[in-house]
């Protein structure tokens, strides 16, 4: 089975930072594109942040600047650094990886379960 289990959310005032961690694991052969989404109450989900294999990395237009998305391929990691964070970036943010798993021998989507970011003003 693969899991994603992300880390580092919390509660933090505006203009502060937070640094979220999330970790795969399981009978993984590779990795793809990994990237952070965000829900917030009453809103879709919307992708923050994204870098593939090679590094290359996207970002949405309202965290450009602030955010860095970043991984250790060796380690199966993937990095959301968060500075200059607004009460508009609190939301649930969910790890997102694109895998090829030993059993399956085709790349699925694996969601992780969501950590709570809560900036205050």
């Known amino acids: 089975q693969v899991q994603l289990v992300e880390s580092g959310g919390g509660l933090v005032q505006a203009g502060g930072s937070l640094r979220l961690s999330c970790a795969a694991s399981?009978?993984?052969?590779?990795?793809?594109?990994m990237g952070w989404y965000r829900q917030a109450p009453g809103k879709q989900r919307e992708l923050v942040a994204a870098?593939?294999?090679?590094?290359?990395?996207n970002y949405a237009d309202s965290v450009k600047g602030r955010f860095t998305i970043s991984r250790d391929n060796a380690k199966n990691m993937v990095y959301l650094q968060m500075n200059s964070l607004k009460p508009e970036d609190t939301a649930v943010y969910y790890c997102?990886?694109?895998?090829?798993?030993?059993?399956?021998?085709?790349?699925?989507?694996?969601w992780g379960q969501g950590t709570q970011v809560t900036v205050s003003s």
């Open positions: 997102n990886a694109d895998i090829l798993a030993q059993i399956m021998g085709v790349i699925r989507s694996f």
């Open positions: 399981g009978s993984i052969l590779s990795i793809n594109a």
């Open positions: 870098i593939t294999k090679g590094g290359s990395t």
